[in-house]
């Protein structure tokens, strides 16, 4: 009896790591924000956009808040996916927008996870331009 | 000792070797979208020489580990997939992408949707 609660847990919690992301913690006021030369909407496009095209599957997309997840990927040695990204948004005037990233990695698959944050801002630059 | 492993191989199983996503975002007026396997028209050379109007931003996304490569023939059905739900008649602009990481070949597909302006719309 105790070895079929052992097995349960064992799969419980194989299934539950496969499954799951960490949640990206906003970058505290000591982290600089990148700064785009247009409009908080059109800037959270762009992030929506720029999580898309590095493989992120989207769950959250508020006006000042963009979140997503990288689907697990078994491998010959380490694998990948599994870290969720997101994306802050303020808006400073009309036509400035400041941002912050943060990619959080997951326990399960670390080995084979990255920190995304510069190729996500990067694909903001290509789709609405350089940022400040 | 061996149903445990069996089970970790089960969660790792679920996980996959490849994933596709594909996603597009409507540029302005949403239309309806058509048929999933409607007929679309894939423009990989230059624009249409009929009129049109740009409807959606379309994206497809492929990883594969074990160092395995896609191309624009691995993407192609879900590129005509997402251009027919966002209602487009045609596919321009592609883009293509390819990256890598650890084991991990990454190839992205970014492209627009349009939808002919003129009365000659392609089959569904």
């Known amino acids: 009896m105790k070895s079929t609660a052992a097995k349960f847990a064992i799969a419980g919690c194989m299934l539950g790591l496969a499954g799951c992301s960490a949640t990206p913690t906003r970058p505290g006021d000591s982290v600089p924000s990148v700064v785009f030369n247009k409009p908080e909407a059109t800037v959270q496009k762009a992030a929506v956009d720029a999580l898309q095209a590095n493989g992120f599957v989207v769950s959250k997309s508020d006006a000042e808040y963009v979140e997503g997840a990288r689907p697990h990927k078994v491998g010959l040695v380490v694998g990948s996916g599994g870290e969720s990204a997101g994306v802050w948004l303020a808006s400073l005037s009309s036509d400035k927008t400041a941002v912050k990233v943060s990619t959080a990695k997951s326990f399960a698959g670390m080995a084979g996870q990255k920190n995304w944050d510069k190729e996500i801002i990067a694909e903001m630059d290509k789709s609405i331009g350089a940022h400040q | ?124």
């Open chain 2, 1 to 124: 000792m061996k149903h445990v492993l069996g089970l970790v191989f089960l969660a790792l199983g679920l996980c996959g070797c490849a994933a596709t996503t594909g996603n597009y975002r409507p540029l302005g007026e949403r239309y309806p979208a058509r048929p999933e396997h409607c007929e679309v028209v894939v423009f990989k050379d230059g624009p249409p020489g009929r009129p049109y109007a740009a409807i959606s931003r379309l994206n497809v996304h492929l990883e594969k580990t074990f160092f395995v490569d896609s191309d624009f023939s691995s993407a192609r059905g879900e590129l005509k997939r997402q251009a027919c739900l966002s209602g487009a008649d045609a596919v321009i602009d592609i883009e293509e992408k390819h990256s890598s990481y650890l084991e991990t070949r990454i190839y992205n597909l970014s492209a627009t949707g349009v939808r002919f302006l003129d009365d000659a719309r392609p089959p569904q």
